[in-house]
C-alpha cells in the first residue's frame, strides 16, 4: 500500500527549533502504532477478537457471564503499547482470570498467557496481511522534516512485527534504528511503561535521553518516556485522551505531528 503525501506541508531544516522541538534536543524516539502508521486500530480490534472468542468459551464451559473486551476502555488501560504478554496478563488480571504462563512457543490455541498473545499475534498478521498498513501522512511528513533538520531518528515499538509493518507501509527508510519487541527479547529489556526501550533506543543513537524526544500515542509509552528521563515527551492524541496523556507525563500534546512543523 502506498503512503501518500501532502504537498501542502512545508519543508523544512534548521535542528530542533525548526520542527517545534527545544534547543538541546539531538534525536527524536518515535512510537510505531498510532503514531507514525494506524496499526493500533488493527491492534485493539485483533485483542478483542482474540479475547472475546475466550471469553465466550470460558462462559460456555459454566465460568464467568461473558462480558465483551471493550475496544477503547481495556486496550488503553490494559494493552495499548505493552508487549505482547503483560497485556494478555494484565486484562485477564483485570477480569480475575488467572491461566498458566506458558512458554513463548505455546501453540495459538493453549490456554496459557502465551498462547493467547500467540493466538493475538496470528489475528494481527492476517489482518495486515488482508488489509494492509496505512502510515499517516503527517506523520510522514514530519518524520523527513526531522531528517532534514539534521536529528538522528529510531523507531520504538514494543511489537515483533515491527519491521513487517515498517516495510509494509513503504517507511523503513525513514530510521536510522529499530527497537522492537525482538530486540526486548535479544536484549532482556522491560517492555513500557519501563523506560528500557526508549534508553536503548538513545544508545543506538549515541545519545542521551536528555538529548532525545519521545513520541508516544500510549499511556504506557508516555509514562516509559517520563520515567526515562527524556528532554520532551510529545503525546500524539488519535482517541480523545490528551488529559491522560498530560497526566502521564506528556509536555505536550498534539492530535498530528505535523502540527508541530514551524512551531516551537
Known sequence: MTTHQNPQLPTVSGGPDAVGLPRGIRA???DLDGVITETA???AAAWKEMFDAYLKTRA???HEP???FDPAADY???VDGMPRADGTRAFLKSRGITV???????????ETVQGLGNRKNRIVLRRIHDDGV???PGSVAYVRAVREAGLRRAVVSSSTNCH????????EDLFEERIDGITAQQQHLAGKPAPDMFLAGARALDVDPAEAVVFEDALAGVAAGRAGGFGYVIGVDRVGQAEQLLAHGADRVVTDLADLLGKK
Not at 498458566?100 to 493453549?110: F, I, L, T, W
Not at 513487517?164 to 517507511?171: C, E, G, I, R, S
Open 41 to 43: 486500530k488493527v491492534h
Open 66 to 68: 461473558f462480558v465483551a
Open 100 to 110: 498458566p504462563e506458558g512458554n513463548s512457543d505455546d501453540p495459538p490455541d493453549a
Open 134 to 136: 496505512q502510515a499517516y
Open 164 to 171: 513487517d509493518v515498517l516495510v509494509a507501509a513503504h517507511v
Open 76 to 78: 488503553d488501560t490494559y
Open 60 to 62: 460456555e464451559r459454566g
Open 28 to 30: 527524536c524516539l518515535f
